[in-house]
């Protein structure tokens, strides 16, 4: 047992903290400069990222979810407002399907309580919402067929921007039209099972960068600000509070850590538990860290300038994304022999 | 990466549960029960001859010289066969192979961890918690011996002691956390009382008090330099702080599983809300055995303790607290038809927000020393 980063994985996470530092937002205003934003997605493009998913010779990921959970975090750290986890999951599907990789960026379909991938009915998505859409023109959703569950595309309309305003959201209603994917073989209900830990596992990689930044961000403010004549941060008040908020964020980053790994590593029954683990444990602590983050700011933490709210919108979308707390909580539970979904509502 | 064993580690699991099938003592849940600890001290040398005790310590002294993935493969493996944890020994021993010179680790340590004597901690003292440099107890100078006078407290193990590792002040000139000196004490001598403390629990034999009045200690028992002993005093609480050393992940993944049990097995019987805690005391006990793993990697880069002692030392807490919690609600209050087992795990489970120096002090450490925010 060794659960070090190697040096590539530590040279990785260098690169993506580096590369977000540079051309992330540092502002709110910032979020409206479309130069920035092309900017960052073309250095993110340019750095595949979006791509270690993709199928090698042996079908295997060009790289492990812990790579991708290293780069998932340094984007949630530095607010990144470009798209990372719908294409990843995007990739990962074409790849277990052993389709070809998509030419252009694109992200899934999932339902509308973001629980799973969005399933077609009568040739048509009835509802969902097409998650981390920032340059996807087009995404994935399931085609039930004779011998499974085939991977199907779609086009998607103009993001509307919805909860977080650095990965925008596009709700589908029915309209679009739906074609299947070839050449591909059907998705198993293994391969789903360890799909979605694979999701959970990057949402909560993207919860552990949040947090690192949302404490950071509060921290900063509170060794700048005075009150009576000394600065807020020395206060054990305030200490106290980002204290808290700093061990819950180590303790996130621990269960993630293993999340990101058992993705590729274990049985998918397994895999999926590591990332309900992790899911619970992150959904609840991201919450209130965020909350922290505003408090520490105060009143300026309840203005649209802040950025401390978009810490949290971001932290309260990965908290959502296929399974909350809630439903992480019951997956927890049942694998270890207790209960069904309804007697935890 | 790998979370799994390697094939040594493998083999070394496999004969440890091979071992714990016929040697599990089967004592009850830890620190609700004075049985369990009067078994402690047999359970501590049936690990030490069995070759699972010490694994990472020096050869020197009776250790393995093992890494430290040892110590949580014992952990994980006492969890799962429902075994009491291994005696927490760790931070006494390091304090000493860390300040004690080599005559001191060799008369010592090898009786530590073999299990032959028992050591309590003279540390706390009532005027003196939180803020321990103000220790008052004194040790003066009197030929070839020092003589101790004062009063301690929170002493665990005291009664059961035949040592006791003690602070106390050996210069008055000098500022208060220069002035302190850490001492082997012989506890058998006229000169010390013992004074137990009943815990919340009703457990006896962990707490107490130890009155120093006259007692003497060979001035070749102290540990360290003249003057060392605040140092020593941090090393000893920056082990103290961090679950690896401690090994209470077991003691925590034992009251789950049983918790756990007694759900499955009567499912319709409890409340979605107490399952609910249940759920959250598994999954912080995962996390803190995760985080356990995390830590214990750092140090294969001989990574330093630190502040991050602080951290492991929050988490440690929040989690027991949790596992208090589910125990409470799915043991029930004893008045209500409830086991006074999960109402004693739940009661002991407020203590670790204390010893070992409060969570109010790990935040006042994780905040100056980890977040760099400004001094008061």
Redesign the interface.
């Known amino acids: 047992?060794?659960?070090?980063?190697?040096p590539e994985?530590q040279a990785l996470r260098e690169s993506a903290a580096r590369l977000v530092d540079q051309l992330g937002p540092h502002a709110v205003g910032e979020l409206d400069d479309p130069e920035r934003t092309a900017k960052l997605d073309a250095a993110v493009t340019a750095s595949g990222w979006r791509e270690l998913r993709t199928a090698d010779h042996g079908n295997r990921p060009l790289a492990s979810g812990?790579e991708v959970g290293i780069v998932a975090e340094e984007l949630g750290r530095g607010l990144a407002d470009i798209s990372f986890v719908g294409p990843t999951l995007a990739t990962e599907l074409r790849r277990m399907a052993g389709a070809p990789p998509s030419a252009e960026v694109e992200t899934v379909v999932l339902t509308d309580d973001l629980l799973s991938l969005a399933r077609v009915v009568d040739g048509r998505v009835p509802s969902g919402v097409a998650v981390d859409v920032q340059g996807s023109t087009r995404a994935l959703v399931l085609a039930p067929g004779p011998d499974g569950d085939h991977l199907a595309s779609m086009e998607l309309g103009s993001p509307a921007v919805g909860l977080d305003l650095t990965r925008p959201s596009v709700a589908v209603d029915g309209q679009a039209v739906v074609t299947p994917l070839a050449p591909a073989r059907p998705v198993t209900a293994d391969d789903l099972t360890r799909w979605t830990a694979l999701g959970l596992a990057v949402a909560c990689a993207d919860l552990v960068g949040t947090m690192g930044g949302a404490?950071r961000l509060a921290?900063a403010y509170?060794?700048e600000r005075r009150q009576y004549g000394?600065?807020i941060?020395?206060?054990?008040a305030?200490?106290?509070l980002?204290?808290?908020a700093?061990?819950l964020s180590?303790?996130?980053?621990?269960?993630t850590?293993?999340a990101t790994?058992?993705v590729d590593?274990l049985e998918p029954a397994d895999a999926l538990d590591a990332a309900a683990?992790a899911k619970?444990?992150c959904a609840r602590a991201a919450r209130t860290v965020g909350e922290t983050a505003i408090q520490v700011h105060g009143g300026i933490g309840n203005t649209w300038e802040c950025l401390a709210h978009i810490y949290l919108r971001r932290a309260l979308l990965s908290s959502e994304l296929l399974g909350d707390v809630g439903v992480s909580?019951?997956r927890?539970?049942e694998h270890?022999?207790?209960?069904g979904r309804d007697?935890?509502? | 990466?790998?979370?799994?064993?390697?094939a040594p580690?493998a083999g070394f699991r496999i004969r440890l549960r091979e071992w714990l099938a016929t040697h599990n003592p089967g004592l009850p849940t830890s620190s609700t029960d004075d049985e369990y600890w009067a078994g402690m001290a047999a359970w501590h040398r049936s690990l030490y001859d069995a070759g699972f005790f010490g694994m990472s310590w020096p050869t020197s002294i009776g250790g393995q010289a093992r890494s430290t993935?040892y110590e949580?493969i014992v952990d994980e493996e006492l969890a799962a066969a429902g075994a009491p944890p291994r005696p927490s020994l760790g931070y006494l021993v390091q304090g000493i192979l860390e300040h004690g010179d080599d005559e001191i680790q060799q008369r010592f340590l090898p009786g530590i961890v073999n299990g032959r004597d028992r050591w309590c901690q003279g540390f706390s003292e009532p005027d003196a918690g939180s803020d321990l440099a103000s220790l008052r107890t004194r040790a003066d100078r009197d030929g070839d011996d020092f003589v101790i006078t004062g009063h301690k407290v929170w002493t665990s193990y005291s009664d059961e002691a035949e040592w006791c590792l003690l602070l106390a002040r050996t210069d008055h000139e000098v500022a208060k956390h220069r002035g302190i000196s850490a001492f082997a004490v012989p506890m058998g001598q006229p000169g010390i009382e013992q004074r137990p403390l009943r815990m919340i629990n009703g457990v006896t034999k962990e707490f107490g008090e130890v009155l120093f009045d006259g007692a003497r200690v060979p001035a070749a028992n102290m540990i360290g330099a003249p003057g060392e002993g605040w140092s020593l005093a941090m090393t000893v609480v920056s082990h103290e702080r961090e679950p690896g050393e401690l090994g209470y992940v077991a003691r925590y993944r034992k009251v789950v599983n049983d918790l756990?049990r007694r759900?499955?097995g009567d499912?319709g019987r409890f409340r979605?809300d107490q399952?609910?805690d249940?759920?959250?005391a598994?999954?912080?006990v995962?996390?803190?055995g995760?985080?356990v793993?995390?830590r214990l990697?750092?140090r294969?880069?001989g990574i330093a303790h630190g502040p991050q002692g602080s951290?492991d030392k929050?988490?440690m807490t929040?989690t027991e607290q949790a596992v208090g919690h589910a125990s409470l609600g799915i043991g029930g209050i004893a008045a209500g038809g409830g086991d006074e087992t999960s109402l004693n795990t739940y009661l002991y489970s407020r203590a670790q927000s204390v010893m070992g120096g409060t969570s109010?002090i790990?935040?006042?450490l994780?905040?100056?020393r980890?977040?760099?925010?400004?001094?008061?």
Not at chain 2, 1 to 6: E, L, V
Not at chain 2, 370 to 376: K, R, T, Y
């Open positions: 047992m060794d659960v070090r980063l190697s994985q812990v404490v921290s509170a060794s000394a600065p941060g020395s206060f054990q305030v200490q106290h980002l204290a808290d700093f061990v180590e303790g996130a980053r621990s269960a850590l293993h790994w058992a590593e683990v619970a444990y909580l019951t927890v539970l270890r022999g207790i209960g007697g935890l509502s | 990466m790998d979370f799994r064993d390697s580690e993935v949580v756990t759900v499955v499912p979605p399952v609910r249940l759920g959250w598994m999954v912080e995962e996390m803190l995760l985080h793993r995390r990697s750092d294969l880069d951290v929050l988490l929040w109010q790990q935040r006042n994780v905040a100056r980890i977040l760099d925010l400004p001094a008061s």
